[in-house]
């Protein structure tokens, strides 16, 4: 037995699916594989095909299996046993398996998360490690956790905050290396409600050019406003920004943003001044650094470091892995 030499990756989102083929131990990436079959996707599909509830995984791994045939022709190289990790919606209620949640607090080095191993079968030949989320009395997580581990915060004595940007967003507290609290935002979905599904979706226009000094501009507008009036009064002047000419679609983009994640951060702890960490798609990142500088957070605290989703991902999986095999619960494979 050696140490195996790649992993699967696959961060199994509501809406999105992401597989790598990962090189250990340096975490290159080799192939990947992305697509639109999420969880609440792929969940509907399940439903619609009208099978029987012992079929479910199966039904998952296909989905999985058709993209580790798509990895192993663009690497170019046989990957049968090479083990799965998967982490976010997938061990939800809408995904592959159901997996119960670890109760707050749990290890920021993965070493205590919930996982099960499905062993390698003749259909699917690889051993899939499946990470389950975590909850507290009134809150969940699934997928930013392992997210979290990939940090590699360190026990440290100085309180830290992880912030995690995104449909749900994230606010973990940290202490001694222990998680000990976490707060959901669901900052982007009603983003994506509001200006997609409400009044409001004609008076804004997606864009991606947060640096524009317009765009800057009005982000900044909308957090200055978060920290007076009120959200329900607010998120009407994107109606009105458009008919009295004040901003443009695209403007309002930004404004929108800027006044919910504004709203979200109004919650930041006032006394809080240890280090933040900020991971998560850059774009959001970005905004979010760009909040916290204008809401003075920036100054008061620490320190804030920004860390890309793709990175705390696949440190973090590598981790959990690492852990299972270091406690005979994934058998290290043979050299692959
Ligand atoms: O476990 C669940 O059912 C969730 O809804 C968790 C969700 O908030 C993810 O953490 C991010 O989308």
Same mark, same amino acid.
């Given at each position: ?128 490690? $499946?990470? #389950?989320? +975590? @909850?507290?009395? %009134? *809150? ?5 956790? &392992? ?52 009044? $409001?979706? #004609?008076? +804004? @226009?997606?864009? %991606? *050019? ?5 765009? &800057? ?120």
């Amino acid at each position: 037995m050696s140490k195996p030499t790649h992993f699967l990756s696959c961060d199994w989102g509501t809406s999105s699916f992401r597989l790598k083929l990962v090189e250990l131990p340096g975490l290159r990436v080799v192939a990947t594989a992305t697509s639109e079959e999420g969880n609440a996707a792929t969940f509907a599909q399940w439903q619609q095909a009208g099978r029987p509830e012992t079929q479910r995984l199966g039904f998952y791994l296909d989905i999985l299996g058709k993209h580790c045939q798509a990895l192993e022709q663009q690497a170019a190289r046989p990957l049968a046993g090479v083990p799965v990790v998967i982490s976010g919606m997938a061990s939800s209620t809408v995904g592959m398996l159901e997996l119960p949640y670890k109760p707050l607090p749990f290890a920021t080095d993965g070493s205590d998360l919930a996982t099960r191993l499905l062993p390698a079968t003749p259909d699917f030949n690889h051993p899939v490690l $499946l990470i #389950s989320g +975590v @909850k507290t009395d %009134d *809150d969940v997580m699934r997928g930013e956790e &392992t997210q979290l581990v990939g940090c590699e915060l360190g026990a440290t004595e100085q309180e830290q905050l992880f912030l995690h940007p995104g449909t749900h967003a994230k606010h973990v507290s940290i202490r001694n290396g222990q998680a000990t609290a976490l707060k959901t935002y669901m900052t982007g979905e009603f983003f994506a409600l509001l200006s997609g599904k409400s009044i $409001l979706a #004609s008076a +804004v @226009k997606k864009a %991606d *050019d947060f640096r524009m000094p317009a765009h &800057t501009e009005a982000f900044e507008k909308g957090v200055r406003a978060s920290r007076h009036d009120n959200l329900l009064h607010n998120s009407f002047l994107v109606r009105t920004n458009h008919l009295f000419d004040k901003l443009s679609r695209p403007q309002n983009f930004y404004y929108l943003s800027g006044l919910l994640i504004g709203y979200e951060l109004s919650d930041f702890p006032a006394d809080f001044t240890g280090a933040v960490v900020l991971a998560g798609e850059t774009a959001l990142v970005q905004s979010y650094e760009a909040a916290l500088d204008l809401l003075g957070i920036t100054d008061r605290v620490a320190s804030v470091t920004v860390l890309s989703a793709e990175e705390v991902t696949l440190r973090g999986q590598a981790a959990v892995l690492h852990h299972a095999q270091q406690t005979g619960k994934l058998a290290p494979a043979k050299a692959n």
